[in-house]
T-cell receptor, first 109, second 114 residues
Framework: QKEVEQNSGPLSVPEGAIASLNCTYS??????FFWYRQYSGKSPELIMS????GDKEDGRFTAQLNKASQYVSLLIRDSQPSDSATYLC?????????FGTGTKLQVIP | EPEVTQTPSHQVTQMGQEVILRCVPI?????FYWYRQILGQKVEFLVS????????KSEIFDDQFSVERPDGSNFTLKIRSTKLEDSAMYFC????????????FGDGTRLSIL
């Protein structure tokens, strides 16, 4: 089982729609969870961090964490073409961050 | 906004040569990291560093790799004898006081081994 698992996509959504990105992780004692956005050829850019069960909202982004199910998600409301990128789920345990392979999101104008 | 800076942006090296990649973390950050990303693959953890010593390292970080904080601002990754498979983007990252805080990434160094 992969440590951090994401659907590679591509996930295509029309402009203005909600994009839903999912991630599961295998280590139950993981401590913190992050979503990064990576444009092609660029470095990962932090979008959201979440540490406890429930929802966390920041502008158009909402991160959801369910530790019992070992599941993290990211919702992007009112998707824009500029949101088209690869979204990386990252899980932290004891100063070691493990990334998923990323989900490629395409927002169609 | 403070940022992590990496130099050089692109390094071309002959196989077997030593290479040093440089990073300046964000000034008030205490935890430092190196990652690599082979073209088309996922970001892979190499090493974390705190209080002048390695905290965690991955299986990738073998005896060919070393890290150093030679002064109060720089953080370096050295690869002693490069192999073709070391060709990748290398990212430096840093985070604040707590080890589980978000990590902020530099723009990366593209390392090409010939």
């Amino acid at each position: 089982q992969k440590e951090v698992e994401q659907n590679s996509g591509p996930l295509s959504v029309p402009e203005g729609a909600i994009a839903s990105l999912n991630c599961t992780y295998s280590d139950r004692v993981s401590q913190s969870f992050f979503w990064y956005r990576q444009y092609s050829g660029k470095s990962p850019e932090l979008i959201m961090s979440i540490y406890s069960n429930g929802d966390k909202e920041d502008g158009r982004f909402t991160a959801q964490l369910n530790k019992a199910s070992q599941y993290v998600s990211l919702l992007i409301r009112d998707s824009q073409p500029s949101d088209s990128a690869t979204y990386l789920c990252a899980v932290n345990k004891n100063q070691k961050v493990t990334f998923g392979t990323g989900t490629k999101l395409q927002v169609i104008p | 906004e403070p940022e992590v800076t990496q130099t050089p942006s692109h390094q071309v090296t002959q196989m077997g040569q030593e290479v040093i990649l440089r990073c300046v973390p964000i000034s008030n950050h205490l935890y430092f990291y190196w990652y690599r990303q082979i073209l088309g693959q996922k970001v892979e953890f190499l090493v974390s560093f705190y209080n002048n010593e390695i905290s965690e390292k991955s299986e990738i970080f073998d005896d060919q790799f070393s890290v150093e904080r030679p002064d109060g601002s720089n953080f370096t990754l050295k690869i002693r004898s490069t192999k073709l498979e070391d060709s990748a983007m290398y990212f430096c990252a840093s985070s604040e006081r707590l080890s589980n805080q978000p990590q902020h990434f530099g723009d990366g160094t593209r390392l090409s081994i010939l």
